[in-house]
């Protein structure tokens, strides 16, 4: 029991292994299909675009898998990330509730994507690769991916969604400054962005189109392969270290939360959070609910059915059983550009049917007063995607009051907002649609 405001463990206490749900689910997950024959696939229909380690980790059934001494080594820069009681908001929102965040935004580019970005960088050198491709939307897997390159002495390239590249400059010289090459996309170098150009010269782009540029560019080229910032098993597998953390953290402070909390773009920072206590609801020791916040413009776990579909627009990735908006479905510019993709997690997916966890949606004018709450109480700003988490602790700190209940309240803080604060000029100067 402690009353500190942040708890903080010490280097030895980072994880030393993933922790895989697989095992651990009451039922098992339905398998990738192959867009042509839609039979299962194998590793080798994987092996063009990731490295076998990767692949294995995708479909693995141990229940920890280790982590390499370099990558741990090098989480040491911003890891174990801190778990903070939130009294200040408690005290502003005037609740019984007791509110927890772990801040994943003390990594050095500012969110939790680092994560699975170092990790995919170390296997993918573990196996000869020199460079990787990969898409961005926001920018903030471009500048996690292209600061794990460099750190792990790899090139980096990055495609970049066209309206994102001329609206959001700061990512890009981000990512320059970690030495990644940066196109808009569509670009001219593919295919697949030659095709949308000759029809719309001036297209802005999209993440499913970005995705399809970065894969074609792997498959290409012998000493590239791809890399992906959420939604695959082994993405969230990675950041299963985020709840490893916080379930000591939470035992340093006494408690235990009721309600768990995390955005829900892709899923990897839910999931991350998420998965070690879900072993404890499974297991049927710990009785707590956990909840998924997503964008109102982008409602995937709320309104999208889950059936099989393609992860990009052109319909080149494996399918995959997931909630899913479809993969032609373009949301609407939200200013939470990290969470507008068509589709959720298959793992996200499948805990959703299985009743484990459950979704919430949120329209940005709320999500940003909430947002300006945490940043005049806590200090730190939320990312947009983050907000939606801080509004939904929120609501539900508000039931708390109005029932009379002191529920513990844990969520993730999954980045800051430093590179967003046009999205607050908007909501501040009222040209933000409230209600996307
Ligand atoms: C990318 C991002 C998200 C959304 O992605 P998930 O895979 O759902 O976690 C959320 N928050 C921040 C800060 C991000 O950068």
Known sequence: MTTDKKIMLSESDIPTHYYNIAPDLPTPMEPPLHPGTKKPIGPEDLAPIFPMELIKQEVSQEPMIEIPDEVRDIYRLYRPSPLYRARHFEEMLDTPAKIYYKSEHVSPVGSHKLNTALMQAWANKQEGVKRLATETGAGQWGSALACACQLMGLECMVYMVRISYDQKPYRRVMMKTYGADIVPSPSKLT??????????????????????????????????????????????????????????????????????????????????????????????????????????????????????????????????????????????????????????????????????????????????????????????????????????????????????????ILFNFSGHGHFDLSAYDAYFSGTMDPNA
Do not use: W
């Not at 959420?230 to 299963?240: E, M, W």
């Not at 947009?384 to 539900?396: D, G, I, K, L, N």
């Open 191 to 408: 295919k697949a962005g030659r095709a949308i150009l000759e029809k719309d010269p001036d297209s802005p782009g999209s993440l499913g189109i970005a995705i399809s540029e970065a894969i074609e560019d792997a498959v290409g080229r012998d000493d590239t392969k791809y890399s992906l910032g959420s939604v695959l098993n082994h993405v969230l597998l990675h950041q299963t270290v985020i709840g490893q953390e916080a379930k000591k953290q939470m035992e340093i402070a006494g408690d235990y939360p009721d309600i768990l909390i995390g955005c829900h773009g892709g899923g990897s920072n839910f999931g991350g959070i998420a998965l070690p206590f879900l072993r404890d609801k499974i297991k049927g020791k710990k009785d707590l609910r956990v909840i998924a916040a997503e964008p109102g413009a982008c409602p995937t776990l709320t309104k999208g059915p889950r059936e099989y579909d393609f992860g990009d627009t052109a319909g080149t990735t494996p399918l995959m059983m997931m909630h899913t908006l479809g993969h032609g479905f373009v949301p609407p510019p939200v200013h939470a550009g990290g969470l507008r993709y068509h589709g959720s997690a298959p793992l996200v997916s499948h805990l959703l049917n299985e009743g484990l966890i459950e979704a919430e949606a949120y329209f940005q004018g709320e999500v940003f007063e909430s947002a300006v709450k945490f940043a005049q109480s806590e200090g730190t700003i939320p990312a947009p995607e983050t907000a939606h988490a801080v509004h939904s602790v929120v609501r539900h700190a508000e039931r708390a009051k109005e029932e009379g209940t002191s529920p513990v």
